[in-house]
Structure formats: structure tokens, C-alpha cells
């Protein structure tokens, strides 16, 4: 098992478990000296796609799963780090019991452009099945966006 650490719609545990039966939610943390964004615009069907990029004066609220190996195969399948559009890169998660290691996805492409209001909905109905404070969904919901997908 390794651990992983999601910031997108893998904070949904409903949706992870979907993705990755065999991977148990762990708890839930913040990766600090990154903040969340959006890139790729060319390579998302509705807007831009959502990643990580560091920030020292930002932090990320995320989910940490104990992933098995099966799981992370089809996990790199569905995050399309199969075919070079994200790649794992290790982070620091500060959790409820202290600093942990873990990986997470990272888009291959540059900052920039919009996601849809869709995308923005599904990543704030994730944070808030993983108990993610309210200030933070909140200011999810309130990020620019595409009209699209409303």
C-alpha cells in the first residue's frame, strides 16, 4: 500500500471507493505549499483541468487513501498518468497526526484557463463528502468558471 493524497473529485470516499475498492480512506489533511488551480484548458472537453501547483502561502485540503498497487493501476488509468497528461509527484500532507508522505497527481501541461461551472460543482460536492470546512467549499463554489455545465 501507498499513500495517496486527493484534492479532486477522489475526495469524494463514495467516488474513490468506486474507483479503488481496495484502498481504505485514511483520514484527511492539508498540503501545504501548494495551492489548487487549473491548466490544460486544451485537453479538458468543458474548461480547464484541475492540478496543484507550489505555493508557499497557499495550502490544499485533501484526502489521504491507503492505495494498493491494483488499485493505483487503475487509478493511473482514470487520471490518464498512463498517458503523460499527469504525472505522481511526492508531497508532505499535514494530517491530524502529524506530517506524512504521500504521492499525488500533478497535470503535465501550463497554468491557465477556466474550468467549468460543472467541474467546480463536482469539486466542492467532493469536499464537502470529505468534510472539508465550509470557508474552503465555499470558496471552491465562488472560483471563476466556464458557464458550461450548468
Same mark, same amino acid.
Given at each position: ?23 481504505? #480512506? ?30 508557499? #502561502? ?11 498497487? &491494483? ?27 502529524? &506530517? ?7 497535470? %503535465?501541461?501550463? &497554468? ?7 467541474? #467546480? ?13 465550509? %470557508? ?15
Amino acid at each position: 500500500m501507498t499513500l495517496y493524497a486527493a484534492y479532486g473529485t477522489n475526495l469524494d470516499p463514495r467516488r474513490m471507493g468506486e474507483r479503488c475498492p481496495h484502498s481504505p #480512506l485514511r483520514g484527511t489533511g492539508w498540503l501545504t505549499g501548494w495551492r489548487l488551480t487549473f491548466g490544460g484548458e486544451e485537453h479538458g472537453w468543458d474548461g480547464a483541468l484541475v492540478t496543484v501547483v507550489e505555493d508557499p #502561502l497557499e495550502q490544499v485540503f485533501v484526502a489521504l487513501y491507503d492505495v494498493t498497487n &491494483e488499485d493505483a493501476v487503475g487509478l493511473d488509468r482514470w487520471e490518464q498518468a498512463d498517458t503523460g497528461l499527469y504525472r505522481k509527484t511526492r508531497v508532505r500532507v499535514a494530517g491530524m497526526t502529524g &506530517e506524512v508522505v504521500a504521492w499525488t497527481y500533478v497535470l %503535465d501541461a501550463y &497554468e491557465g484557463g477556466l474550468p467549468s461551472a460543472l467541474t #467546480l460543482g463536482g469539486l466542492a460536492e467532493a469536499a464537502e463528502a470529505a468534510d472539508a470546512p465550509a %470557508d474552503y467549499v465555499t470558496a471552491l463554489r465562488n472560483r471563476p468558471c466556464r458557464s458550461i455545465g450548468h
